[in-house]
């Protein structure tokens, strides 16, 4: 029986560059939008099922912080919802198939989601929160009142808001999207 070897940053590399030619991605991608690769974390724990029926998923510390915010705003009265949390290369590569094959360019698509193996997801240290009510993914997060707590005391938890509006990795702005930095 064969021994299962951790992959080291060259099969990460080698994966990436797969899936990306399957999907159209041009080879200067990474240079042009300042990204570097994360590797998929090795080490998860299970924080809850989520609406969907789907694992969310954190990096151990990451879970940690997010478990002692999500309490910290309920005693404000704020519900945080989180919607996505970890994503291996092929979730990310299956989302979006999903929106190329309705019919979106992939350049469209890469401002939005990036690119398997450069999805700060896949580091399980990024979280999608949203509130009750509120369309996930969408601008309208900005003018809720778990937006405006989350800008005042996600700091406190190690929390940072990934990609604000012109962000040099030329995503769209993403009020949703919380990465912990500890
Ligand atoms: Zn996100």
């Known amino acids: ?44 724990v299970l924080v809850m099922i989520d609406s969907q029926g789907k694992p969310f998923r954190l990096e151990p510390q990451t879970a940690s912080a997010w478990l002692k915010m999500e309490e910290a705003a309920l005693k404000d009265s704020i519900k945080l919802i989180a919607f996505s949390g970890f994503r291996s290369y092929k979730y990310q590569l299956d989302l979006i198939r999903g929106q190329t094959e309705n019919g979106k360019s992939i350049d469209e698509v890469l401002r939005k989601l990036a690119a398997p193996g450069f999805s700060e997801h896949h580091t399980g240290r990024a979280i999608d929160i949203t509130a009750v009510d509120c369309p996930p993914a969408t601008d309208e997060f900005e003018g809720t009142k778990e937006f405006v707590w989350l800008t005042k005391y996600a700091g406190d938890f190690q929390f940072v808001l990934s990609y604000p509006v012109d962000n040099i990795h030329g995503f769209i702005y993403e009020p949703w999207h919380w990465a912990y930095q500890g």
């Open 1 to 44: 029986m064969d021994a299962i070897k951790t992959p080291d940053m060259n099969d990460w590399e080698a994966m990436v560059e797969r899936i990306h030619s399957h999907l159209g991605i041009p080879k200067d991608y990474a240079l042009k939008r300042k990204l570097e690769i994360f590797p998929e974390a090795t080490h998860l």
